[in-house]
């Protein structure tokens, strides 16, 4: 059904970078929770700008409470968050929607189960989303969004085990794909990884180590950073970890120990830079990755340029690998919002110049170094050249911090279609003629794996999800599957 | 769950009056489905004020649109009408919230069956639905809104028939209570009643009489008028009509033929004065009324006027039937809105007058006879004979047009829980006190019966649901009896 | 300028009658000053729908708010109150706009004049409005609204007189036209009314007699009937009454005493039935044209109906006279809201029927006579007999509470231009076809002064303002003559 | 007045900044000169944020809309901008409200004058304005805002010069302070700046260089360049640029040659790093400021880290200058919004980190120089420090690339009173452990003057405006003067 109860706000959004879906955060035992977790989703705002809702508990009740735009928007008054009272609480922030859209699709979602209220907050994609409704629509369940999420929900309604736990198990048993998971129910906090991890998901602490502390869950570490709280330990690939209204956790493992393949591309762009992801800084990563492209593919040129502001730790990297100078060759905006009329007269590329203008008393009459994190459609990378040659570059050779991106993500990250991608399409040298460079190179998948700390990359089991640039995917695809044609390969041009 | 994701927004209600919880319209077979549908629900307005929602069909998809507040609020610009395309639509005004408010509660109900989409737009009330609700929640039913409606749409999901209309009627037989359906499929409309035909129902007919022509269900006949269309009959107590999209009606009696026991009170006040009901206009039957009060209960005054407006055509019968001048000696307000604050100063009754105004020139020296069409709590009855003497009425007689409402009503009407009836904590002379009338009298329950053009009541098998007059309910209340103590006795003040 | 800063929302209004430009109310002297100006503007609410302000006075600031809409929708919060503190409010409601719409031309107008705040709220039209506002901006003046209104600020502003009541005064001796004022200064407010009266103002008193109690003004009595203040006296034609913080109360008489020729339109439309007006009950002299139209123009008929609301009191004196029996045969909607897209099919007439619709059962098969108040344009008029006709009346009966409409008025009220009046362009046989009843018979000018109490219209100096129907302006119409062509004769249809 | 007939929403904005009160932006010669103007609004605003207006004009009337907030929030609609037809447009973003804030505050000002309409965009402050204002009531006028913007219009209005230059130029004699304007009349655009020049406004030049192009003013070369207009040059100090509806463009100088002031402070914050200023690049003399910075007061430590974003540049210089190493040891979220609701428990300052979180990876255990542009209140600095220490880093030197800011300013930025700013209260020392720093220090003024291309400051004769740091103020302040006590000395914490 098409619903228009609700607008949905058109967003402008950096519209050619591969968009994450989605950021969660939970937090159990402080009288704060709404406030902490409106602080926390903002945190992880850069996960997800369309849409936000946060479902609090109060040992009787739950509340919940969504809307259309971002968490300051919508959770940064008292009159919101004193509706969402209790000392328990979890919300989601997400990027775009599958299906329609409106209110009903935010989460966290909710339902009323035989054993008590059960809400659930989702970062990642059920690949067999669709075939598993199926069954349970013909069985008599009635969906209210059209998110894969509420799957989950279904199953664990309808699974005859005895315990909560039990159910809950029982249903991610049966879905394929990634999923970090924060749920809720009136006996305490459950939050859990898909078996191989792709998504991430962190524990913190907060207050006193022994009793009356407050457990909290999240996307990134940053997000813990903001309320105040201490990282503990990354939820473990498979792990289902279980907090009561007493504060007592538990750990569970339904699913033995699988190899864990993390997505790699939280490392590239997803993350915030000041997140710590697997061990690692992610600034710091990425300032590695930029030295390995230093090292790959050096470039005789005058300067290195971020394209702001994911190019930067990549380009610092870069900058002192090379020994070039570091110079902030584009000049970012604070104030975004929403597309422009364009005026017919004159100006040209204002969509992207009142984001992104050329520094030209910097650049005129230099070589420069372009450093961009990926290169999804080629469309803005184009207009990002032809800038800076119109600000009178006399060179731009422009290097990535990731390998091409060949493939879509079935994971919860908002790709375009295949056909869409440009390294779908041409080889590197097409590339760099499609967007006007004097060079292009990317990072080869080796030297991003050798950034993250490995040695290179193990093919026969690799250590992360790379299938957007390899094309190995780590689970099963049964919708993909059972929709014929959307894996027809796509034709390059050489 | 409490959701505040939307605000519901509060009314200002004629606070002491019963109130009808719904009004119901539905079309099929024209390309102006949805805007017909508009009009329709707009003529149906006085049936319910919180919240009105429309959903169509354009043969592939259902598109649906709800708001809170008034039709023409909400669907009268074409923005809204564009949203809703199709030959086939059906909407809903409600008064009311039961549970939780929010749009989520807001009617047509819709449900992605395995059969297809399923909506239902529903005036009445089950009354076993907590009931059946606790059993399909134990089988995995997960409800969405917290409305009594849900209950059928879940009972159709979860049955093993193989047609969707034996789907619809194994869950029809479940249920008990008052209901008028118009339900929507994607091979069409379908309209029934309950089998005693508590709520009405009619059925109209729009454009040739042949093929081609639309068929319009609606509450009430006015709705008919104003959109068009002819009037055909009233569906049957217990009779479910089928109309597919070539515009075929079926009829089918899957109840028997139980007797019909149609709600009285529609007569008394519900219903608009220009809809016709049961084979008589409501106008009339309302001028029925006041006669036979004048017969019962003559009073010795100088005028007679109506508590406006219900109590206009029953004090024009009063008026006609005693020879004394009709006169309007209250005047009311087009433009009541909010309650407004009440300045502390001076403004006595203040909340009254600013809807209901004493024409001081007319009862000024008068001895006057109040027509009112029901006393509920009798607060307001008490502000209308205070303002009448402070308007310097001589003495003030009120006479009701209906007999004491003495029982709530659970088939769908917004009353008062009992102990807060006037009628059901006083006799007639005590209510009088109460509300410091000079003489007071209730028409009797005979007189009413007469009214609507029959010999009296039959005792022994009465013509009409009358449970808030006389406590007789017609149907089994499996849910109030599972709640202890809703049906302790009032003791009343003599 | 346009300025589209504020969206300006249309209203449903009765097309077809004459509009009321303005409500005014003001009080001194009660710490509830801006609650009880919201309440007293609600009661005036009839008098203009399209915005509404309240502008108060703590001793110290004067604050100001403004809205589009309804009173009870932009002053029924505590928080919209909490706004407005002082012991003296003023307020206003408008009907339409002259000239751009927007905020600023919401009033009372408020400047920061040398001798301190300067606030006024102002019903009727300055005839010389635009010839004053030339030389003003010739001489520096900046106008902030297109209103007729702000042009006695800035005579009052640029007064050479010493005394702010002499400025104003001396303001009020250059403008022309119709006005009743209710103005506000650092000591105290200021009514007053133009010097033949053209439009109503009325004083109250509200608590105790002497010392301590409030001062009220307002356009009608209705108005103090709802803030529970006590009518004292009406201000007379050129009067000016000025009442200080400490309540004390001056009359003036700057203009002397000529001959008054208050709007006698007032009687039979504007003002709300349970007003006083002129020392007459207004529902009175309504039930009195009533009588004398049946005098006049009996139609040999079953029964009589009005057209509601307005034409309630006449049709009843109609039937009192006549002894027709009055009967509901056209049943008004309570909740009208904005106009609805129309359904291409069938629904004939829709527009009218959503607001007032046929009681086919009483008019079936019967000879009407429709007592209406006013023809403007005739539209209306044409569709309420044919709705009559298609519920099955014999015969329809047209008769008009007020003589022929044939002149556009200039005092402040909403006419269309000349050549839109049915009653400029045709006589009233002509009239009659075009509405298509079977007779038409407005009462006569005469008839329509016996029913306010006199021997008939003194020809040589008539005892009231009734230019719309005898065009006889009782003021010069600077503005007016200054434009060419708008006085160019209409030429009849016979 | 304090009028609330509009809400202003609260903004978050950096609180411990000096505040740019507006950028103005206007154009003459384009069909889409309304589109371009909310294009290069866009571009400035980081100027202000508050609110937003264009007005524009078609050959026949103004047209003006005006909004709170952020320019793509109010003006990016195709049909915002459809109400802004004309070949002229001009507009205004503004920080922050001197008095009653609402939307009659929000630039362009319009008037309609006998000579026509007037509508003005002005950068800058009128010293005088309350001293002018209060000669303009005495004489009559009528001030519709708090704006000392408006006394000039009113000045113009009452100028007794026959043309409207002379009007112009009769009012900016009589106006003391700074003030770029952008005006429109009948006849085409006027474009000026005060004698000394304080705020900028420059010229750019679009489409073909003969006939037929269009004029762009605007306060930075950025808004040029965003819209894709070429820099012609900058508004001379004391020059009035006229350029009528055929294109042609007339240079007045009525104020003669006094010595340029114009603000240096543009260079240390305001501007943005892409803009071009008095010949320089605003990132070069950044840049150069941090070098000197170096130069003067090189700290013992690991790297070098900006306090993002405004100290990016000048991090950039002291990191080439010291040869440190330059990291992004602080994240900036690009989510901001507004302030959030506290948790009470843990999340100890959550409102810094919410903008501004440390990159621990980073900083922990190292010795950091942090460099931001200036310190106010120095709250948010003691924060950060703060911060950083929480994170780990071992020292935390602090350098600050502009002088103490000692004193307010009145030519158009918003600064706390002097009582408010740190460096009015303590000297250099003191202010280090206010912060608990382990050293601080400012670049010196001639340091300053050194980086903007000079050989230092002249102090007989200073080349710019630094009155916030020297409190050598180049105009008179009337309006402060006549203020008792605003002007007494702070006494200093040794």
């Keep these: ?53 946060i479902t609090s508990f109060d040992g009787q009740e739950f509340y919940s409470r969504r809307g259309i735009g971002h968490v300051a928007a919508n959770f940064s008054s008292a009159e919101a968050l004193a509706e969402l009272p209790g000392i328990m609480a979890a919300g989601h922030v997400r990027y775009s929607t599958t299906g329609g859209s409106g209110l009903r699709n935010v989460q966290p979602l909710f339902a009323d189960l035989a054993s008590g209220g059960f809400a659930i907050a989702h970062n990642g994609n059920i690949s067999n989303a669709m075939h598993l409704k199926r069954d349970l629509v013909q069985k008599g369940a009635i969906f209210q969004s ?20 039990d159910r809950f198990v029982d249903a991610l048993r049966l879905v394929e794909g990634a999923y970090a998971l924060i749920c809720m129910t009136p006996a305490g906090m459950i939050a859990c990884r898909d078996p191989i991890g792709i998504r991430p998901l962190v524990m913190g602490r907060l207050g006193p180590k022994g009793k009356g502390g407050a457990t909290v869950f ?30 007592k956790v538990r750990s569970h493992r339904p ?45 005789d040129a005058d300067m290195v340029i971020p394209v702001p502001d994911s190019g930067v730790p990549a380009a610092l990297g870069y900058a002192q690998e090379s020994g070039l100078p570091f110079e902030l060759g584009i000049i970012r905006s604070h104030y975004v919002g929403r597309t422009f009329i364009q005026p017919s007269d004159g100006a040209r590329h204002a969509d992207v110049k009142r984001k992104h203008n050329a520094n030209r008393a910097i650049v005129e009459g230099k070589r ?73 190179a990317f990072v080869s998948i080796d030297g991003l794996y050798r950034a993250v700390g490995l040695a290179g990359r193990d093919n026969a089991c690799p250590q992360f999800c790379d299938a957007c640039f390899s094309g190995e995917y780590p689970t099963r695809l049964t919708d993909l599957a059972e929709r014929e044609g959307l894996t027809k390969p796509v034709e390059k041009v050489a």
Tied chains: 1, 2, 3, 4.
């Design 146 to 165: 059209t998110s894969d999420t509420e799957v989950i929900i279904h199953l664990v309604a309808t699974s005859r085990y005895p315990t909560l736990l």
């Design 368 to 440: 420069i170094v372009l450093i961009d994190d990926s290169i999804v459609r080629g469309t803005t990378s184009l207009k990002i050249v032809q800038m800076m040659r119109e600000a009178g570059a006399a060179e731009v050779h422009m290097r990535i911090a990731s390998p091409p991106t060949e493939h879509s993500c079935f994971y919860g990250v908002d790709t375009p279609e295949r056909s869409k991608l440009l390294a779908a399409r041409m080889d590197v040298k097409a590339m760099g003629e499609f967007i006007q460079a004097d060079s292009l």
């Design 1 to 53: 059904m098409i619903d228009s109860s609700s607008d949905a706000t058109p967003w402008d959004i950096d519209a050619d970078k591969l968009g994450e879906e989605c950021g969660i955060f939970g937090v159990i035992g402080t009288r704060d929770a709404a406030p902490m977790t409106a602080l926390g989703l903002h945190a992880l705002q850069h996960r997800g700008q369309e849409a936000v809702g």
């Design 218 to 247: 999240a996307s990134e570490t940053v997000a813990l950073d903001v309320v105040g709280a201490e990282f503990v330990r990354e939820i473990e690939p498979g792990e289902l970890v279980e907090v009561d209204l007493d504060g």
């Design 255 to 299: 699913f033995g120990n699988p190899s864990a393949r993390p997505c790699i591309f939280e490392h590239v762009y997803f993350s915030r830079p000041d997140s710590r992801m697997g061990g690692q800084s992610v600034y710091q990563v990425r300032k590695a990755i930029g030295r390995e492209l230093a090292r790959e593919s050096l470039a």
